[in-house]
């Protein structure tokens, strides 16, 4: 089979900052004036019904263990995003655990980087899947796709056309019909994945889907909510910053749509893992952003304990932090490593000292 190598993208490359600056600025306008997820509401009429037009929950045989697979910021080069499919792609056995191949593949956002393109997907995506795990393979599990930011660059056209308008990737069936989905798991659980475009905004035809699907959950149900963002850690960092950023979107489905069902909340965008919990035990607020792409740091702004406030009255709770990757120290250690940046990228080292030169050079005064 061949596939097309992908190098890893440069990020801080002069060419590939101007490229991305010019979506970025471009981007959040064509979001609010032309948002993908009202024309996806607008071509399906019909009153929304989760997974596959149906309420039936996910074929499986009872008493036999159901696993599902979470992947999330993977877009970056065809060696990590290879590396990361071989593992969803069949079965594992770590530390003596058995963990089957996930029945279901849940893209947590960011499948491209740095802006969404036809292109870019078949490239950093499509191509390292299909390498992994031929359309052949039988029986085909079932993948689903959350857009976050880095999706929503071309105003989610390019992501519509891999994730919406085709039935596979690879060995994986793809039956998604819109941004956002629901899907009915065995042994009472649901799994619900938000589209909180570029702005954190959950639009009202993706609220009224919620809310048909909120009554088809019995109350004894659990419910896993897959977002873009993991809104708690941002929330608890900026609110001295920024007073005005909240959860509001995950609070109002937890408590006005949902009714406080919600047992995991599950996130990417930070490229590392983290695990909070509620100390009664009964809500995790994972960020698993570990799909292939660079790694973020676990230090710097203290979130081990997250104070969320209370809704409407309701009574504040608390979240400590569990379980994280890279540990701390780990991560206090791989960040010296930076301090090589201006020899893996000597093009970005010589302009931004050129520019510093520029700068001292036009604003240089006699000082007597």
Same mark, same amino acid.
């Given at each position: 089979?061949?596939?097309?190598?992908?190098?890893?993208?440069?990020?801080?490359?002069?060419?590939?900052?101007?490229?991305?600056?010019?979506?970025?600025?471009?981007?959040?306008?064509?979001?609010?004036?032309?948002?993908?997820?009202?024309?996806?509401?607008?071509?399906?009429?019909?009153?929304?019904?989760?997974?596959?037009?149906?309420?039936?929950?996910?074929?499986?045989?009872?008493?036999?263990?159901?696993?599902?697979?979470?992947?999330?910021?993977?877009?970056?080069?065809?060696?990590?995003?290879?590396?990361?499919?071989?593992?969803?792609?069949?079965?594992?056995?770590?530390?003596?655990?058995?963990?089957?191949?996930?029945?279901?593949?849940?893209?947590?956002?960011?499948?491209?980087?740095?802006?969404?393109?036809?292109?870019?997907?078949?490239r950093r995506l499509v191509a390292p899947f299909r390498a992994v795990m031929?359309?052949?393979?039988?029986?085909?599990?079932?993948?689903?796709?959350?857009?976050?930011?880095?999706?929503?660059?071309?105003?989610?056209?390019?992501?519509?056309?891999?994730?919406?308008?085709?039935d596979r990737i690879g060995g994986w069936d793809v039956p998604q019909q819109?941004?956002?989905?629901?899907?009915?798991?065995?042994?009472?659980?649901?799994?619900?994945?938000?589209?909180?475009?570029?702005?954190?905004?959950?639009?009202?035809?993706?609220?009224?889907?919620?809310?048909?699907?909120?009554r088809e959950i019995d109350p004894s149900d659990r419910v896993i909510l897959?977002?873009?963002?993991?809104?708690?850690?941002?929330?608890?960092?900026?609110?001295?910053?920024?007073?005005?950023?909240?959860?509001?979107?995950?609070?109002?489905?937890?408590?006005?749509?949902?009714?406080?069902?919600?047992?995991?909340?599950?996130?990417?965008?930070?490229?590392?893992?983290?695990?909070?919990?509620?100390?009664?035990?009964?809500?995790?607020?994972?960020?698993?952003?570990?799909?292939?792409?660079?790694?973020?740091?676990?230090?710097?702004?203290?979130?081990?304990?997250?104070?969320?406030?209370?809704?409407?009255?309701?009574?504040?709770?608390?979240?400590?932090?569990?379980?994280?990757?890279?540990?701390? %120290?780990?991560?206090?250690?791989?960040?010296?490593?930076?301090?090589?940046?201006?020899?893996?990228?000597?093009?970005?080292?010589?302009?931004?000292? %050129?520019?510093?030169?520029?700068? %001292?050079?036009?604003?240089?005064?006699?000082?007597?």
């Amino acid at each position: 089979m061949r596939c097309e190598f992908c190098p890893m993208v440069s990020c801080y490359g002069p060419m590939e900052l101007l490229r991305s600056a010019r979506d970025v600025l471009i981007s959040p306008v064509l979001g609010r004036h032309s948002d993908r997820r009202l024309l996806e509401a607008m071509a399906s009429l019909e009153k929304p019904r989760p997974f596959d037009c149906t309420m039936e929950p996910l074929p499986w045989s009872a008493g036999t263990p159901f696993w599902f697979d979470h992947t999330a910021d993977t877009g970056d080069g065809f060696n990590p995003k290879f590396a990361v499919a071989s593992c969803l792609g069949q079965d594992l056995r770590i530390g003596g655990q058995q963990l089957n191949r996930g029945a279901v593949l849940i893209l947590g956002g960011d499948q491209v980087y740095p802006t969404a393109s036809r292109h870019e997907y078949q490239r950093r995506l499509v191509a390292p899947f299909r390498a992994v795990m031929p359309e052949s393979v039988e029986p085909r599990p079932k993948l689903f796709a959350i857009p976050s930011n880095h999706d929503w660059y071309d105003s989610l056209v390019s992501f519509t056309r891999l994730f919406i308008s085709r039935d596979r990737i690879g060995g994986w069936d793809v039956p998604q019909q819109r941004s956002y989905f629901a899907l009915w798991l065995p042994y009472g659980w649901w799994l619900l994945g938000t589209d909180s475009q570029l702005a954190s905004d959950i639009d009202k035809p993706q609220v009224d889907f919620f809310r048909e699907v909120a009554r088809e959950i019995d109350p004894s149900d659990r419910v896993i909510l897959c977002n873009a963002e993991p809104d708690w850690i941002f929330a608890n960092k900026y609110r001295g910053i920024d007073p005005e950023y909240t959860e509001n979107n995950l609070k109002f489905l937890e408590e006005e749509v949902l009714g406080r069902r919600i047992a995991v909340f599950l996130a990417g965008d930070l490229h590392h893992y983290r695990r909070h919990e509620c100390p009664e035990g009964r809500t995790q607020k994972i960020t698993a952003g570990g799909g292939g792409a660079f790694l973020h740091p676990t230090h710097g702004s203290d979130v081990r304990v997250i104070e969320e406030r209370g809704w409407r009255g309701k009574p504040p709770r608390r979240f400590e932090q569990r379980a994280a990757f890279p540990a701390e %120290a780990e991560s206090r250690r791989l960040t010296w490593l930076n301090l090589l940046l201006p020899y893996r990228n000597p093009t970005f080292g010589l302009l931004t000292a %050129a520019l510093y030169t520029m700068t %001292a050079w036009a604003s240089k005064a006699p000082i007597g």
